[in-house]
């Protein structure tokens, strides 16, 4: 069955910083990939998706994931982090019958 | 992407009572998916529900408890019924739409009391 895992409970970064949440994945064939974003008390944000294609995908907000095949990885990543980009974020995987899977979420604190 | 409009956003509801959640999608799709978001969780898929026919639940769901409609490609609603407090939870409708853009109504914020 795909799955993700997001090994991370909580993530802190100072702003100014760079900012990585990891997400690995274990897929069936191709995977399909997603990260979305929850701020409290407000819908499920899509912020990008890998299907094909380049490796690096850039997405909303000004965030950016690599996908990695050998490493079965799909790590998340911002140059810069900001104050505003504090949330719940998930990764997910597409499943062979068009289900959305998702991790249990990594809580990104950004630190003023 | 689609635009899902979900309703209600927030409800409290006495324990036993049953309440239904309706999600209106701005455009026609094949695919609507219900998730349950419970406090401090992940999002669990429900189920699957199908125009024109029967939703295809997720392992640990029920029809008799979860019941869903979908009338036509462009909505659906979610009842959940004979509610007790551990029912309270986030609840979203979701879609496919093209490109394997999976787009998210704002859910419903259910309490029990």
């Known amino acids: 069955a795909q799955s993700v895992a997001q090994p991370e409970d909580q993530v802190n970064v100072a702003e100014g910083n760079p900012l990585t949440v990891k997400c690995t994945y274990s897929v069936s064939g191709n995977p399909y990939l997603f990260w979305y974003v929850q701020y409290p008390n407000r819908g499920l944000q899509f912020l990008l998706k890998?299907?094909?294609?380049?490796?690096l995908v850039k997405g909303s907000y000004g965030f950016e994931a690599e996908f990695n095949k050998s490493q079965t990885s799909f790590h998340l990543k911002k140059p810069s982090a900001l104050v505003s980009d504090s949330a719940l974020y998930f990764c997910a995987v597409r499943d062979m019958n068009d289900k959305i899977i998702f991790g249990k979420g990594t809580r990104l604190h950004i630190l003023p | 992407s689609a635009v899902i409009s979900q309703k209600p956003s927030r409800d409290i509801c006495q324990r036993g009572t049953s309440l239904t959640i309706q999600c209106q999608v701005d455009?026609?799709?094949?695919?609507m998916f219900w998730y349950r978001q419970q406090p401090g969780q992940s999002l669990t898929l429900i189920a699957t529900?199908?125009?024109?026919?029967?939703?295809?639940?997720e392992s640990g769901f029920v029809i008799d408890k979860f019941p869903i409609s979908r009338p036509n490609l462009t909505f659906s609603t979610l009842t959940v019924s004979n509610m007790s407090p551990e029912d309270s939870s986030i609840y979203l409708c979701s879609v496919r739409g093209q490109g394997y853009g999976y787009t998210f109504g704002s859910g419903t914020r259910l309490t029990v009391v």
């Open positions: 890998y299907i094909t294609g380049d490796n």
């Open positions: 529900a199908n125009q024109g026919s029967e939703a295809t639940y």
């Open positions: 455009s026609q799709v094949t695919m």
